[in-house]
Each structure stands twice: as structure tokens, then as C-alpha cells.
């Protein structure tokens, strides 16, 4: 059925660029959590604009369904081929070309598949930086990160992915491309095309190339890590730093205390900073330009004084070093990993108010753990954001084999609508920073303002009426059920 079609991207995009090979496409066909496995017709790897562009008209033209696909470390599966077999899996990862540098302006144009570690190395040899950071930045690439509108741990100070957009160049479903690489400071010519594909999910076209703005390289950091006694605690934190600080507090995330000793029994090189165990943990980010770096570590000590004689906290440590710093964070950024080695959980990426965000964590967490008697919700990330990653960990008895699968699709989903209408409740969102994809489709349908929805899917049918970008992600059909 599809050997016309085959034949055509093959011609196009010869060996290098298409393969139908099962080993190579293996891999790919899993998302990094392990929950969705698809397969595809065949793996397309296109180097240009040009054969992107070209394909999608090949892909057009014999109805071929596109999965977009950057590093594949995304969380809602949103990458992912459905079963069918009939998808073609289009990676952006042979586009890793950096265009063009303006440091002057402090930009930078950059392919889909630079992946993050890279343009940060990059814009340090230049003393540049670019402004967004998270766990994954060794695989994410700049195309899933605009697609999915990527957050981080840097939010705080500089926004997520959608602020570092300047200007944007995409294949659209028909194969035309948009561009609007040009960083415009005021472009009134109508809708600002770019912004509606930033968060998109593939959805509405693939993201091949964008301008990115950059910020001047720090002069100095200090990095704490301080000991609670609760959440609230740590909120009235945030608020003193931020008085304290202003634009130098950069990074401000907190983690329980389950979640601190799942990584030092996950990562073997791990140590716990402080002497005493703490309720809860607050890692703070601070840093300076070379004008203010003569000040920040004493304004950084001032603040723990202050917080310690306030009764905020209880202990803290400050890094001496760059070596320190980075183990500390290390421990922030393994939680991910090292609970997903300790045993079955549903995940979930909240977003509430930032004032309410310590009561959703201590009410929610109350009234799920009584409902769903032997989980445990640890509630881990950025506070200064409005959003934690929610987990809720099985009972013991669902912590191993087949059995912790079972319970993931039983009781799991369960946990999830609950979560979902709690976060829905307190007039948050029930996808912070990692895109609905397929796993959240079925709830968005559910929850979502009815005139939200509507616009989603006008939009989906006027730019892709032929259905075939990324199909099964994000947008939910008309003819799914609001109960589903």
C-alpha cells in the first residue's frame, strides 16, 4: 500500500535518510519512560529544510501520517507512533547545524537538532549563555524543546522556552515553509504565526530551525542547599530570597525528604549536604554579572542568616566550588531517574498559583494518600514557578514484576483523574512543562474550558486538515467523549 510512497522518500532522501531497518527504528519507538511503544513505517532523517519540506508534500500527498521527533526524552509520550504501523517516524536529529552567531545582538540561529549541552558548550566559548537549562539537557534537542514549550530551572528568572523564541522557521502541513527567523522586536502584520507553534507538540508543523535569544555569561554563582521543617516554610523562603536577591535568585527548587534518599541510594557517587535529616530541602540557584560578583556571596550568606535567625530554616550549606555546586544539583536532577528505579508511580506535571502551590502540596497529598491507602506522594521541583512534578508511589505490594504494571493501568489512572481534578480545582493546569502528548489527551478532552477546545481543534483542522501531523497527540478529537 505504501511502496509508491517508499519509493519516493527514498529517492528523496536516499540511504542515510530512510531506513525501514527494525534495529535502527528500535530505539525510537519507545518513549523515555517506557509507558508507550509504537511502530512506524519507516524512519526518515532528513539533513535540510529543503527535505523536510519535501516530504511532508510526499507525506501530503499519499495521506502518510508524521510523528516528529527530536531527542525523545519528552515525558507525555508526544513522539511516540501509535501501533497502526503506518506512521512515518521523521527525526530532526541529522539537523544540528548552528547557523549563524550575532553576539552583538546576543542570538543565535540554531537547527531543530542541536541538543541543549551542545548550545550551552557553544555560547560559553563565546561568553554567552543560553538562558534554559533541565536534567535532560545532555538529549533534548531545540526543536522538542520549542515544541513542547520546555520549562526548567531557570523559569524564575528568564520564562520558559516560549520567551527565548525570537523567531521561529517550520514546514507546514502542506510542505510550505514559514519563516520568521528575522527577531522583530514589533511585528504587528497580524497573528504571531511562531508563538501558535511554540507548545504545539508537532501538531501543526515541524519546528526545523529558530533564533534564540542569549544573555551574557554569569561572573559568579553560589549555589545552597538548606534544610526545612515544611513547605510552607519554603514558600516564605522564596518570598524573603526574592526581596533579598531581586533578579539574582535564579534557581529556586525543593524536594521532600523520600525524595533526597531515593538518590542517594539510586546515584552510588551521591552525598547528603547536611548532617540531619530535614522534612523538606531547598536548593537555591544565585548568581551575578561581573559588576555585582564582588557582592553576591556575602548577600548570599546574609540571606541564610537571615532565614536561620527568622526561624525559616534550620540548616544550610553553601557550595565552595563549582564541583559542589554541580553535586549539588546532581541531587535535583537525579530525583527523575532515581524514582523511576525505585518502583512504580504515577507522574504527574502540575501547575497551581504560585501563593497556593504549599497547600495544594500538603491538601492534595492528604487526601490522596487517604483515598488510595499505601501510596505516597512525593511532590519534588520548582516552586517558584507554580509547578511541582506530583508523583504518587505504589503501595508495597505493587512495587515489582508485573504486578506494578497492573497497577499503574488500574488504580494508576484513577490517582491520575483525581490529581487532574484537584489541579482543576484550584484553577491550575494539568500539563506544566511537559506537553499533554497521548497521555493526556483523554484527560484534557475531559477538563478543559469547552471554548479552549474548540479553538484547538479549529485550529488543528485549519492548518492540518488532512490529519496527518502527529496525529493522536495533544488535540483531542471532537468525537471524544468529555467523560472519557
Aim: with cysteine.
Amino acid at each position: 500500500m505504501h511502496n509508491a510512497f517508499l519509493d519516493d522518500a527514498g529517492e528523496l532522501l536516499g540511504t542515510r535518510g530512510l531506513t525501514l531497518d527494525a534495529q535502527i527504528m528500535e530505539p525510537w519507538l519507545t518513549d523515555w519512560r517506557g509507558r508507550y511503544t509504537g511502530r512506524a513505517l519507516a524512519l526518515a532523517s532528513p539533513a535540510t529544510t529543503q527535505e523536510v519540506a519535501a516530504l511532508v508534500r510526499l507525506c501530503a500527498q499519499h495521506r502518510v501520517p508524521i510523528v516528529p521527533q527530536g531527542g525523545n526524552s519528552g515525558m507525555s509520550g508526544g513522539a511516540t507512533p501509535d501501533d497502526g504501523g503506518s506512521s512515518l517516524l521523521l527525526s530532526l536529529r541529522r539537523m544540528n547545524a548552528i547557523r549563524r552567531w550575532d553576539e552583538e545582538a546576543r542570538q543565535v540561529v540554531c537547527e531543530a537538532g542541536v541538543v541543549l549541552q551542545t548550545l550551552h558548550d557553544s555560547a560559553a566559548e563565546r561568553g554567552l549563555r543560553f538562558p534554559l537549562t533541565l536534567g535532560g539537557r545532555g538529549s533534548a534537542t531545540i526543536g522538542g524543546l520549542i515544541s513542547t514549550n520546555a520549562g526548567g530551572t531557570q523559569v524564575l528568572r528568564h520564562d520558559t522556552m516560549r520567551a527565548q523564541v525570537l523567531g521561529l522557521e517550520a514546514v507546514l502541513p502542506d510542505g510550505s515553509v514559514l519563516d520568521t527567523l528575522a527577531a522583530l522586536k514589533k511585528d504587528n502584520r497580524g497573528f504571531d504565526l511562531k508563538q501558535l507553534l511554540i507548545g504545539s507538540e508537532g501538531t501543526l508543523g515541524i519546528v526545523t530551525a529558530a533564533t534564540l535569544r542569549l544573555i551574557l555569561q554569569i561572573a559568579a554563582r553560589r549555589v545552597a542547599f538548606v534544610g526545612l521543617d515544611s513547605v510552607q516554610q519554603a514558600r516564605r523562603l522564596l518570598l524573603l530570597a526574592s526581596d533579598r536577591l531581586g533578579d539574582a535568585l535564579e534557581g529556586f527548587e525543593i524536594m521532600p525528604r523520600t525524595a533526597l534518599e531515593s538518590v542517594l541510594e539510586y546515584e552510588p557517587a551521591a552525598r547528603d549536604p547536611l548532617g540531619s535529616a530535614y522534612h523538606w530541602y531547598a536548593l537555591l540557584e544565585c548568581v551575578a554579572d561581573e559588576a555585582d560578583a564582588g557582592s553576591l556571596e556575602p548577600r548570599a550568606t546574609q540571606l541564610l542568616e537571615q532565614a536561620m535567625s527568622d526561624g525559616l530554616i534550620t540548616d544550610a550549606t553553601i557550595a565552595a566550588n563549582e564541583t559542589q555546586a554541580e553535586a549539588l544539583w546532581a541531587l535535583r536532577d537525579g530525583i527523575s531517574s532515581a524514582e523511576r528505579a525505585r518502583g512504580p508511580a504515577v507522574q504527574h506535571d502540575i501547575s497551581v498559583p504560585v501563593e497556593r502551590m504549599p497547600d495544594f502540596i500538603e491538601q492534595a497529598s492528604a487526601i490522596l494518600e487517604r483515598q488510595f491507602p499505601g501510596t505516597q506522594a512525593v511532590a519534588f521541583g520548582h516552586l517558584g514557578d507554580g509547578n511541582v512534578h506530583f508523583h504518587l508511589r505504589a503501595p508495597e505490594g505493587a512495587q515489582s514484576g508485573t504486578s506494578g504494571g497492573t497497577w499503574n493501568e488500574t488504580q494508576g489512572k484513577q490517582i491520575s483523574a483525581k490529581v487532574h481534578d484537584l489541579v482543576t480545582q484550584w484553577g491550575g493546569s494539568i500539563s506544566a512543562e511537559h506537553g499533554i502528548g497521548q497521555m493526556k489527551r483523554d484527560e484534557l478532552a475531559r477538563l478543559a474550558d469547552p471554548a479552549a477546545l474548540t479553538i484547538l481543534r479549529g485550529v488543528k483542522q485549519a492548518l492540518d486538515p488532512l490529519g496527518i501531523m502527529n496525529p493522536g497527540k495533544l488535540v483531542p478529537l471532537a468525537s471524544d467523549p468529555p467523560d472519557a
